[in-house]
C-alpha cells in the first residue's frame, strides 16, 4: 500500500523481462471468479452496447454512417456533449471496438463463446474490408470527416484508436490463432510508418492521446519485427519538441494554436521532451499510456535516459498524487492531475482507465527488471481502484471511483465515453500475465494467486503452479515441473506490506535477508520436477495513515489487510460512516465470509460513534459531542456498491490522530 | 452562538417593541468605528460605483437608457449572466439605488458630506420626475421594458424596487428631514395599493423576491398611515394561495408556467400559504425578508397565527440550517437552503446580504417582546457572518463568507449583482437602531456598546449613555438620565454565551434569577437623573462544537469569546491550517491588540501541529503521524482578509474530539 522503500531501477541492468501471453497462464482463485464473469457476461455486454450505440454502422462500408456529428469543441473531457444533441458518432470508436476484441479474445480462450466469435470475426471481416488500398483504416476519417486525415492529430485520436486496433488484433491473434486482424493492422502500422518518422518527407508527428507507442511494442514483440519497435521509439522521441508539431499542425489547419481547449500541452503530456518531464500532468489516462510506452521502449532498446525520466515521475506520482486507492487524477475537469497532494476523496474523478492505466505502467517498470517499487503499486491498483471499476457480475461500471459516497454514487449500464467498461474488461481477462515477467535465464513471480504458468527457459519446459487462496491469506505454495534439469532464477516479491515473510524450497527454510534484493528474493538452482516452494505472508490488518500534506485525509485512517484496502459501507452500519471513529488501541479483526461479494474477508473494528442524541436539537454547543462504543464492519473497497445502495467511506475518522 | 434555551415568544403577550429611529442612538467604540468608515468611504462607493455601472442612464427619463438587455433565462442566480455579453442595465437596480440612498442617508446623519448629499439629491430628483402620473415608479419597466408591469411579479423584482425605494425614503426622511423622496415614494405605495388587494378587480399578486412587505410597515410606521400596513399584510397573507399567482401570471404571459428557472416555488417561499411553512427553504435573502415582514405584521396586528408559523421557522434555521458565523444558505446553485445539516465550510455561500437579512429578521422578532432566543442570533449574525463582508476600511466587499479559505478567496471592489455591498452599508450605518427596543412602557436593552440612546417615554424623555469596551470587555456601565422622574421597565439582555452575569442598580446588586425571564433581566423603577447600571458579564475563551449530524465538523472545534468568533489567518501562522490540532485541555490567551485590525482581542491557542517532516517524501505508511507542541493565534473571524492574502479556518481539528 505504501511507497516502496527498494531502489529506482538499476540504470546499469541490462535485464529485459517480458510479460507472458494470456494464454501461458491459466488463473483460478480470486482473479479466476473475475476472469469468469468477464468470459461470462462482461464480454458479450461489451459487443451488445457497442452495437447498441450504433458503433457498427459507424465501421461497415456497406452500411450509412449514422447522423450526428459532434464537432470537438462542444465536448467535455468525457466526449459527453454539452449541446443536448444526440451523440451517435465519436472519433474514437475505433479504439472501442479494439478494446472489446481484445476483451473478447482473452475471454474466448478462457471459456468457448460460439456466437460471441462469430460476431467478432464479423467485426474483422468488415474492418478488412474497410481498409484502404494504402492500409490506412480509421472509421471516422473515412465514413465521418473523409479527406481530412492527419490533419488534427492533437485532437482527434486517430493514432490512439489504430493502437487499440493493435492491441486487439494481437490479443486476438494469441487468443485464437487467427490472424486476420494482425495483417489487417500490420499493413496499417506499416502505413503509418511510412507517414510517420524522422526521414525527409515523413510527418513529424505524434499522438494527441498516447496508445499507439506501447501497441507497435506489443506488435513488434508479437511479430518479431524491430520497425514496430523503431516507430514506437521515434514517437516517444519526437513528443514536445521544438518546433512544435501541434502548433505547426494547427496552423496549417488554419487555426490559432493558442485556440487549445485544454489550454496547456501539458494536457497531453508534450509540453517538453519526455526525457525532461518530471512531473505527472495533465489528462491521467494519456499520461500513463505514455509512460507505458516508454518504459517498453527503454526496455526493448536498453535506454537509460528514458529510465532515468521515468523514475522521476513514477515518484511524483507514488508519493504526491496517488489515491491509497492506486486511483489518479483527482479533477474532472481535465480527467487528471492538478496540484500535488490535492487528493479529495468524495469527488475524486479516478476514472478506472487510470487505475488500469497504472496497472500497465507499473508491469512495464518490471520489463528492466524485477522490483518491489512498482510491483506493489501494480498490485494495490490492481486489488483496489482498478477492479472497483466492474461490479462483481461483470455487468455494471464505475467510470470515477472515489474514496467517499455520500450514497448518489452508482454503477453505469453504459457511458457515452464508454472507454472504462472495455478498458477493466480487457485487463482483467488478461490479468495472467501481469502474474509474471520473463527474461533469458529468470522468471519473476510478480503476483500471487492460484493459478497455472507455463514458460520455456533455458532450452526446456517448466510449469509453476501456485495454490493459495491469497489475496486472503498469505500462505502460497508452487510446485515446479519441468521436462528436464533446468537450471534458472525465480524471482519471488515479497510485498512491502508484508511485515513477517518466510521461504522455504522443499522445506529447507531460506532465509530472505540472504537473497533479497528490490522486494525480490532470488532463488537460482536447477530446478527439477516436484520442487516445493512454500512461501507465508504474513497478512496483518493494517492501520494506513497519509501524509499530512493531504488535507484532506488529516486525522483519519484507512484500514488494509494484504494488498486489499477496506471500506465502511451503509448497508453493514447503522451509524452515519462519518460519525464513527476508529481509535488507534481498538481491535479489528478479520472473518472469512465465502457467502459475501463473491467469497471476501470482511473486518470488524471496535469503534465510537457520535451522534446528535442528547442535543436537544441544539446545533451548536460548548461540550463536545460524546462518544458511544460501537462496531463497525468494512468490507473490501473494490466489492463496494454491489448490494443496496448508500455511503461508503475509506478514510475513517481516527480518534487519535 | 448557540441556541438559546429561552421560549418561543410568548403567543399570549401583546408587547409591540418598536425599534428606535437611527438619529436616536449615537453609537462609539467598536460599531462607531464600523459606522465611520462607512460613513467615510462606503457610502461614496457606493454611489461612485452605481454611478460607473450606468445607473444613472437607467433611471433619467432625459437620458437614453443603456443598451444591452439580458434575458432573464440567462442570467444566472446572481444575475452574472452566461453568455458572455455586457450587462449594462438590471431588473433590480432601483434596490440598489435604494439601497445606497439608505446607506447615504445613515452616513450624512453620522458625518456632514455636502457633496454626497447633493448627487443623492439630484438622484431622488431624477425619481420625482420618472414617477408616472398615476404614481407608478420603476426604471426597469418604464425605460427597458416598457408596456409590461405588473406581468412578470415571479421572476422581476418590480415590488421588491419598490420596497427598497421605500425604506431609502424612509431613511433619508429620517436622517435629513427632507420628504421629497418620501412623498414620491407614498405615491407609489397608494399606486401599488390600488392595484393590488383583496378587494374586486385588484390584482392578487405579491412579488417573487419579498422585500415590500417589511418596507411597507417601516412606511406606515413613519407615516403613521394604518393603509400602508394592511397592505403588507395582504402580500403576506395572499403569498402562496391557490390557484397560484404565479401559474396564472405565467399562463397570462403565454408562458408555461412549469417553465420555472429554478424549479420550485420553495425558491420564492410561495410553495404554500406562510403560516403553513414550516421549513427555512429557496433563496435565503428571500426568505429572510418574508419572515422579517411576517414578524413586522405578527407585530403590529398580534397575530399569533404567524408567531406560531416564525417561531417554527426559526427552529428550523438556528437548529439545522445556520453556520455559527450567523451565515445561511450553504449553496450558490439557489444561493440559498439545501438539506438539513449541510454546512459545508470552503464551499459556504453564506451572502453577506442573506446575514444582513438575518438581522432585519432576528431584530423584528423582538418586536414581540425581548427575547434573547432572538437577539443572541442577531447579535451572532451583526459581529461575524455580516460584517464580514466588509473590509475594515468600508471599501471593499464580501459576497459570499465561507468558513474555510485555502488562499484563493478575497473581497471584491463591486459585484455584476451589487446587492450585498450596499445592504450591509445600510445595515452598519444603521446599527443604533437594533440596540434597542421600545414599547409603552420599557425599553429593551438588545445590544451593549459605547453609544447614547435618547428615548420618549411615560410622558418623558430619557437618555441611556453604555460606556462599555464591548465587545473587547463584558462589563458595561448605563448611566439614566430623565428630565423628570420616569417610571418604565428596562429590560436587560443577558446573553447565552455568558455563564456568569451581574447586575447592579446604583451599586446595590440584583439577583438575576429573580428578574430574568427568557433572557433578559427587568429592573422596573421609577428612574430619575443619574442612576447608574452596571453590568458585568463575563467574557470567557469558549470551545464551541457542532451538532453531529454536521459531518463538515465532525472532529472539529470553534473559538469564540463574547459574541465575537475566531478563525486562524495564514500570515499569523506559519503551519498549514488544516495541520494545526487543538487538544481540549489546552491554554487558549486573550491579548489585547489595539493596532491590530482596527483594534481587536487575538486569541493565542497552544495546539499540535502535524507536517510532512519525517515522511521522508512517503505518501502512506502504518505509522501515524507525528505531532509536535505549537501555538498558534486567532483573530475575529469578521475581520480577515484585511491583510496579507491566504488560508483562514473557523473550524480547527480538536485533538480529542
Redesign the interface.
Known sequence: ???ASTKPSQIASRARFRPPAVPQIDVRGFWGGRVDAVAARTADILYDRCVEARMLEQIDPDRPPPGVVIPFHSMSPTGDEFTGATVTTQMFWDSDWGKTIETAAYSLYRRRNPELEKKIDAVIDIYEKLQQPDGYLSSWYQRIQPGLRWTNLRDCHELYCAGHLIEGAVAYYQATGKRKLLDVLCRYADHIGETFGPEPGKKKGYCGHEEIELALVKLGRATGRQKYLDLARYFIDQRGQQPHYFDEEARARGADPKNFHFKTYEYNQSHKPVREQDKVVGHAVRAMYLYSGMADVATEFGDDTLRVALDRLW?DL???N?Y?TGGLGPSAANEGFTADYDLPNDTAYAETCAAVALVFWASRMLGMGPNARYADVMEQALYNGSISGLSMDGSRFFYENPLESRGKHHRWIWHRCPCCPPNIGRMVASIGSYFYGQSEDAIAVHLYGDNTGRFEIAGGKVTLTQETRYPWDGVVAITVETDALLPFKLHLRIPRWCRKAALSVNDETIELSGVSENGYATIERVWKRGDTIRLDLEMEI??????????QN??R?ALARGPVLYCAEATDNAA?L??L?LP?DGAVTATDEPTLLCGVVSLCAEGEV???AG?N?????????TRTKTSFKAIPYFAWDNREPGQMLVWL??S??
Open positions: 500500500m505504501t511507497k515518484d507514488t508519493g504526491k496517488l491509497l493494517r492501520r494506513v495513515y497519509a501524509n499530512p500534506n493531504v488535507r488529516l486525522g485512517v452515519d462519518q460519525q471513529t488507534a457520535e451522534t446528535a442535543w436539537g441544539e446545533l451548536y454547543r460548548s461540550a463536545p459531542p475518522r481516527s487519535t490522530a
